[in-house]
């Protein structure tokens, strides 16, 4: 299983599709972030549903998130 998990991430480098570093505690950007709710008035996100990802710096998934 990990094995063939870290060949598959391997690969997908290697062709320029990475995962986006996207942590709870980081500030909401609307230009690469997709929030799906907004909790209080807070502009940091509070949980990662969805990883995002990139194709040569590129992003083709946007991560989404929940904000407050």
């Known amino acids: ?5 870290k060949k598959l991430v391997e690969s997908l480098k290697s062709n320029g599709i990475e995962k986006m570093d996207v942590e709870i505690g980081d500030n909401f950007d609307a230009d690469k972030h997709f929030a799906v709710s907004k909790v209080g008035g ?16 590129v992003i083709i998934r ?3 998130v929940n904000v407050g």
């Open 42 to 57: 807070g502009n940091q996100i509070v949980e990662v549903i969805l990883s995002g990802y990139t194709l040569n710096g």
């Open 62 to 64: 946007y991560p989404v």
């Open 1 to 5: 299983g990990k094995l063939i998990y």
